[in-house]
């Protein structure tokens, strides 16, 4: 299995609070994303990141900001947490070669109440 | 922009059966197509992964094609186990910098013994 790590797995917490959620690899790849999955939605992007301090937006990025101060660890922030908010979110992994599979975290479930 | 869609959305099928998933995109400029499998509750395990030059890649009972300049890739399982029950998500890599992926809606499979 591919070295990612989400933490926390599961939280609850209450609208308006601020949330970070981690992930942390270990097979020093380029890049890392953030999803969110929701029943009748899918998988969405959120943001990713092509380096150390290289981010960019995905198509679900308003309410969300990331930093990545280092290659193992890309952190996602709600600063502000809202009910929509709520949602199992799936950080994942990708060397930047086209014949090398993205690999994928266990994820975080998120509820705010 | 890159559109990707799974046909059947479910399928129940008795244990035995050899059966096929269906993926479909709108754009044929890809780099490449991931078959992922994801179990209740759990992140998505990559499957197989074919590179846009090829046609097929194999690994134990699974089977995956693509026909790029159709839009189309297959996932076939050959005799079907209730441990095969999962939803089966297919992704395309394609865009200028080729460094995100586009989900499909899963399939569904439900495995009867």
């Known amino acids: 299995d591919a070295g990612i790590t989400q933490s926390p797995r599961h939280k609850v917490t209450e609208t308006g609070t601020p949330v970070t959620l981690r992930c942390h690899q270990t097979?020093?790849?380029?890049?890392m994303y953030w999803y969110r999955q929701d029943p009748g939605h899918g998988l969405r992007l959120i943001h990713y990141?092509?380096?150390?301090?290289?981010?960019d937006k995905g198509e679900v990025s308003d309410g969300y900001s990331v930093s990545r101060s280092k290659t193992e660890d890309f952190l996602l922030t709600l600063e502000s947490a809202t009910s929509s908010q709520t949602s199992v979110y799936f950080c994942?992994?990708?060397?930047?070669?086209?014949?090398?599979?993205?690999?994928f975290g266990d994820g975080t479930r998120l509820s705010i109440l | 922009k890159q559109e990707v869609t799974q046909i059947p959305a479910a399928l129940s099928v008795p244990e035995g059966e050899n059966l096929v998933l269906n993926c479909s995109f709108t754009?044929?400029?890809?780099?490449?197509l991931q078959w992922f499998r994801q179990d209740p509750g759990k992140g998505l395990t990559s499957l197989l992964l074919?590179?846009?030059?090829?046609r097929e890649q194999t690994s134990g009972r699974l089977n995956a094609s693509l026909d790029k300049s159709s839009g189309r890739s297959t996932l076939y399982i050959a005799a079907s186990q209730p441990g095969d029950s999962a939803t089966y998500l297919c992704?395309?890599?394609?865009?200028?910098?080729?460094?995100?992926?586009?989900f499909g809606g899963g399939t569904r499979l439900m495995v009867k013994p």
């Open positions: 754009d044929s400029a890809i780099y490449n």
């Open positions: 992704a395309v890599r394609s865009g200028n910098a080729g460094n995100m992926l586009t």
């Open positions: 994942a992994i990708w060397a930047g070669q086209s014949n090398q599979p993205q690999h």
């Open positions: 990141s092509y380096g150390v301090k290289d981010t």
């Open positions: 074919i590179q846009s030059s090829q």
């Open positions: 097979e020093n790849h380029r890049y």
